[in-house]
Structure formats: structure tokens, C-alpha cells
């Protein structure tokens, strides 16, 4: 067993992750990894970007590496370095190179946050030829033909500060995410935090009016996960209106009008 093989197999995702598909994202992301196309998970915080990559790499059976990007990330975090030990200098791939050489999948969540030097390393492995050039080895690594590079991207509030290049959206499929539809999203609630139908029901509309206020004093609409929090908390015995004050109405704003204007709104369901 070579190296990667052994480290590879902590990412293997063994048993089913939960998830619920809002649209046609399945059987896009499917198309996707068979023609092996660079794709782009788009959508706002907590609609289920993550889960969604978790779930299909389970479904396409391949391993799943995931890096968290942010502004601290250089392309060597994601290529590899030489490190030192009593035994001398010994190279380790970085999760891009090793999901690369074993043919997994590389899931780059915020990479928008990442420096551009990491974001311009991942360029050469959306090309036709697939290889990620490690320079300080001086090895031109061939990705392995499971390989598939998947990146999220928020559009949102990203848009003021930074953005990516175009020379680097252009590379890639986009799957547009956007909050489940109603039905689909009082499941989730239901599964993910074990509340009855009335209440997930009952969360989801006043997710819903929050969703509204997004651009009229609101930064994002409240995600299915705030949603799924304020479930979980009424599952563990929090009164209803408390829980969402908890979830929902403190973390999104720190405005004292929007405040008490969300905290209204929680209590035309829950009084
Ligand atoms: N379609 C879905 N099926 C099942 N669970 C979902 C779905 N959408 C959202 N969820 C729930 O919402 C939570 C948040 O989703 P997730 O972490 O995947 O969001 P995200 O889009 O990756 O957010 P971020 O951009 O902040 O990383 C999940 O842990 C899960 O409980
Ligand atoms: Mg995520």
C-alpha cells in the first residue's frame, strides 16, 4: 500500500450523510464528476453546500478532502511542504496534492477567502491535462483520473470586499443553491433536530419572513441551519419563543430595531 492510499482512507465517507435534494443538484453535480469538470457549489451560508459534497461523495464512492479556506491559506497549505524530523527532511502532500494522487474528492469551501497565490495553484488542475505543478519537489503530479475539484462560493457578501477572478470562475460548473423549498426544508428541520411537524412548520415560515428583510436591514435571510438550531434547542426542552430569540433573532443582527422587529415576527407563530 502506497502512502496516500493508507492516509486516504480517514476520508472515506462510509455511511450515508442526510440530505434531502431541494432541485436538480444530483443529477447535475452526477454529470458533473463524469465528465470530471471543475464545479462550483454557489449559494448562501447554510443552505447545504457542505452537507451536499459529504452526500455525493458517499453516492460516487470516493474519498472527500476538505480544506477550509481563509486569508491565512498559501498554496502550500494546499500543495504540500518538506518537513523536518530526527530522520532528516521528509515531504507531505497537502490535502490538494493528496486528494490529487489518490483520487479523491477536493471540496475548497470559501476558497474566495483563500490568498491568490493558493487560488492561481489550483489552476492547472482544471485544465484538460489535470497535474498540479509541485515546484519545491519538483514533481509534476498527474491527477489521478477520479479526481474532482469542487469549490463554494457565496455570492452575496462576498461581492464588496473580494470576489474571484474571472480567470478562475470561468474554470468551473456553478450549482446554484438557494434555500430548500418549503416542504423539502420542514423535513430537514424535522430530521435534522427531531421536532414535530408543527413546530419545523412553524420555524420555516418565520424563516421565510426573515428571508424577506434580506437587503431591508438584513446582511442574509435566516439559513435552514439557524433553523435547524432553533429546532434542536426546542428539542431539548428551550421554550419555543426563547429558542428562536437564541437561534434565529440574536446572532443575525445586533440593530435594536431589527431586533425587535424579528422578535415580533417570532411571535406571530409562537406566543
Ligand atoms: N438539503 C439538505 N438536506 C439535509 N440537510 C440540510 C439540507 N440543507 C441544509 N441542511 C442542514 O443545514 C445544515 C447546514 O448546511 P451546510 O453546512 O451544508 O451549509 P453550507 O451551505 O455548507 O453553509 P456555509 O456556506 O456556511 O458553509 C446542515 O448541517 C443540515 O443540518
Ligand atoms: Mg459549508
Known amino acids: 500500500m502506497t502512502d496516500s492510499a493508507g492516509k486516504i482512507d480517514q476520508y472515506r465517507v462510509n455511511s450515508e450523510p442526510y440530505y434531502l435534494p431541494a432541485r436538480e443538484e444530483v443529477m447535475q453535480f452526477e454529470a458533473a464528476y463524469a465528465a470530471r469538470l471543475p464545479t462550483m457549489l454557489k449559494g448562501p451560508t447554510g443552505c447545504g453546500k457542505t ?8 453516492r460516487l464512492k470516493r474519498p ?3 480544506v477550509s479556506c481563509n486569508e491565512d491559506t498559501t498554496a502550500s497549505d494546499l500543495t504540500g511542504r518538506y518537513l523536518l524530523d530526527a530522520n532528516g527532511t521528509y515531504w507531505q502532500d ?3 496534492a493528496l486528494a490529487a494522487r489518490a483520487g479523491a474528492i477536493c471540496y475548497l469551501d470559501e476558497v474566495v477567502e483563500a490568498r491568490q497565490d493558493s487560488v492561481v495553484a489550483i489552476h492547472p488542475l482544471t485544465d484538460a491535462r489535470r497535474y498540479l505543478p509541485l515546484d519545491k519537489k519538483n514533481e509534476l503530479l498527474l491527477a489521478h483520473p477520479d479526481f474532482q475539484l469542487v469549490i463554494s462560493y457565496n455570492p452575496g457578501y462576498q461581492r464588496m470586499l473580494k470576489d474571484l477572478k474571472q480567470s478562475t470562475k470561468q474554470r468551473f460548473v456553478a450549482i446554484d443553491f438557494h434555500y430548500p423549498q418549503r416542504e423539502v426544508e420542514v ?10 411537524r408543527d413546530i419545523a412548520d412553524k420555524l420555516v415560515s418565520i424563516g421565510e419572513k426573515m428571508r424577506h428583510l434580506k437587503g431591508h436591514g438584513l446582511e442574509e435571510g435566516a439559513s435552514t441551519r439557524m433553523l435547524v438550531y432553533a429546532g434542536t434547542l426546542i428539542a431539548k426542552g428551550i421554550p419555543a419563543v426563547q429558542a428562536c430569540s437564541m437561534a434565529l433573532v440574536q446572532p443575525i443582527s445586533d440593530d435594536a430595531d431589527m431586533l425587535a ?10 406566543s
Open 187 to 196: 423535513s430537514i428541520v424535522m430530521h435534522e433536530s427531531g421536532v414535530a
Open 51 to 58: 452537507r451536499f459534497v459529504e452526500h455525493m461523495a458517499w
Open 94 to 96: 497537502g490535502p490538494l
Open 64 to 66: 472527500l478532502i476538505t
Open 261 to 270: 422587529a424579528l422578535s415580533n415576527v417570532v411571535l406571530t407563530f409562537f
